[in-house]
């Protein structure tokens, strides 16, 4: 089985790391390592059969396709490049932001 190489975008570890603030901050340190351990473990698997994740309508277009995947209340946006075997992580956000959220970062 071949197993993809996963990668995050600055972007994607900027938000990473405000929900972890935020969480220390609101709820506990425990708490918050919790979530970046379960949010890291989810990402981490990403890289066996990424591409059978949903497809992230919303905000794919022709020329690029997103796939969702959760972790708990947290989405996780990524691409799959089946031709050099590479999952990039591009985004991961609490799903109260919603859709229009979302949109506003890839429009």
Do not use: C
Not at 10 to 21: D, N
């Amino acid at each position: 089985m071949k197993k993809y190489k996963v990668q995050l975008t600055p972007r994607a570890r900027r938000s990473i790391t405000h929900i972890i603030s935020y969480l220390q901050e609101e709820q506990s340190k425990s708490a918050a390592q919790h979530v970046r351990r379960g949010i890291m473990d989810k990402i981490k698997s990403l890289n066996n059969l990424p591409a059978s994740h949903e497809i992230f309508e919303e905000i794919s277009a022709e020329q690029q396709v997103y796939h969702k995947t959760l972790q708990w209340k947290y989405k996780i946006v990524f691409t799959v490049d089946d031709d050099v075997l590479q999952v990039v992580v591009v985004q991961v956000y609490h799903g109260h932001r919603g859709d229009r959220w979302i949109n506003s970062q890839f429009t």
